[in-house]
């Protein structure tokens, strides 16, 4: 049996019907060029929409973090006016037990304001 050796093909020559990427004056340094040149435009296009998106990530942040100061004035506002209109407790005979009863006071007005938030 005999085998048939294909003979070798320089990188200066083409494939048959001249389209080889090696080679002067070859045809697909534009091709690689428009490649090229679409890449960049696409990376382009990218930064813009993801600066863009950063952009509208910045204003959402920082019209959430002024809405966040809003609510905390608000917080202590309401916090101000509970303490005002909760019985303040009787002093106690024992001076060391007179704190826990200021501590109960105020932890008394955080659990009604967190019940009374469920409501509404």
């Known amino acids: 049996m005999m085998c048939e050796v294909m003979p070798t093909i320089s990188e200066a020559e083409g494939p048959p019907g001249g389209s080889g990427s090696h080679g002067s004056g070859s045809p697909s340094q534009p091709d690689a060029d428009s ?3 679409q890449l960049m435009v696409s990376m382009l296009e990218e930064k813009d929409r993801l600066l863009e998106t950063l952009r509208e990530t910045q204003e959402t942040l920082a019209l959430t973090q002024g809405k966040l100061h809003e609510v905390g004035h608000e917080r202590d506002s309401l916090q101000r006016q509970l303490n005002t209109a909760l019985p303040q ?4 005979a024992s001076p060391s037990r007179s704190g826990d009863h200021q501590f109960v006071s105020s932890d ?3 659990m009604w304001w967190f019940n009374f938030k469920k409501f509404f």
């Open 89 to 92: 407790p009787l002093p106690s």
């Open 108 to 110: 008394f007005s955080f």
């Open 35 to 37: 490649h090229f040149e």
